[in-house]
Every structure is written in structure tokens, then in C-alpha cells.
């Protein structure tokens, strides 16, 4: 069995970006990460993010340090750092991302609408954000038409991301 450092993050955007600016950042993270060996899934809702990143503890400690001090986003606050032996949880893409502003994510995934103000106020709680992440991962293996079980077969796959 690998150990792995697992991070959970939650940040606030400095500004609101498009859809074509965070694909565009999933993509260029994921190209880094898989060289990096890390895995990972990002989610956005209303300008907050939460991310999970996992791998080689020197490598995702390094990751998350240039994130901390990223000016895109503010108010970087770790919610999860937890090193455990085994595979990966989110290791199917290196990085992948699923906006939630969509009606048709909360419908699907939790079968009723979120509002901006609850998700901000909730995603401060790991517990949430490990949920939802966890959610939006197996809505997007779904979506991808992937097997969930598959990050032990494959692992760090790029996306692609088709427009919206």
C-alpha cells in the first residue's frame, strides 16, 4: 500500500470566472498534476470553491502552497489534510472540475436546489465539502460514462472538456 496526502481546501474568487476560464485552468492543472502524480476535483458554486487534491505528500504540500498564495482567490482556508494508505479517492483525472450553478446537478445529485448563501455558509464544513465533492466526482464519472472504480486501474487522466 502507497501513503497519500489527501487535501481538502475551500476558497472565495477574487472574480467570478466563465466556464471557458476554469476549463481552461482544469486543463492546464491537470497536464501538471499528472506529471506530478496527483490526482484530484475541483467544484465552484457561486465564486466558492473546494477542491481535493491527493498524492505524494511532498508534491501535494508543494501544490497547495503555490494555491495558498494564488490572487485569483482569497480566503484559502484547509479543511482536511489527512495522510492514509491506499488509493487514491478522486484518482481517476489528475484534475477535473464540475461547476454546480446548474439546477439539473443539484436535482440529480441531491434532489433539491441549493442556494448560494447555504452552499457558502455550509462549504466551511468538511463533512459538506467531502460530500459534495465526493457527489460531483461520481456525477462527472457518470456523465464521462467512466467507471467510478476505475482510479485503481487508471489513474491521472486528463479531461476533455467539451464546451457548455
Do not use: K
Request: charged fraction near 20%; proline fraction near 5%; include cysteine.
Amino acid at each position: 500500500m502507497l501513503s497519500m496526502l489527501t487535501i481538502v481546501y475551500r476558497s472565495e474568487a477574487i472574480d467570478r470566472l466563465p466556464y471557458s476560464a476554469l476549463a481552461d485552468i482544469c486543463l492546464f492543472s491537470a497536464r501538471r498534476n499528472c506529471e506530478q502524480g496527483i490526482t484530484g476535483f475541483l467544484v465552484e458554486f457561486g465564486g466558492i470553491f473546494l477542491q481535493v487534491l491527493e498524492g505524494e505528500a511532498e508534491m501535494v504540500d508543494r501544490l497547495f502552497a503555490r494555491i495558498a498564495v494564488d490572487p485569483r482567490h482569497r480566503d484559502v482556508t484547509l479543511l482536511l489534510r489527512e495522510t492514509l494508505d491506499g488509493s487514491p479517492e478522486f484518482g481517476f483525472w489528475a484534475m477535473n472540475f464540475g461547476p454546480l450553478d446548474t439546477p439539473t446537478f443539484w436535482q440529480a445529485v441531491f434532489g433539491t436546489q441549493m442556494q448560494g448563501e447555504e452552499f457558502r455558509q455550509r462549504s466551511q464544513g468538511i463533512g459538506f465539502a467531502r460530500d459534495v465533492l465526493s457527489r460531483a466526482y461520481m456525477h462527472a464519472c457518470i456523465v464521462a460514462d467512466v467507471d467510478p472504480a476505475a482510479h485503481d486501474l487508471v489513474r491521472g487522466n486528463i479531461p476533455a472538456l467539451a464546451p457548455i
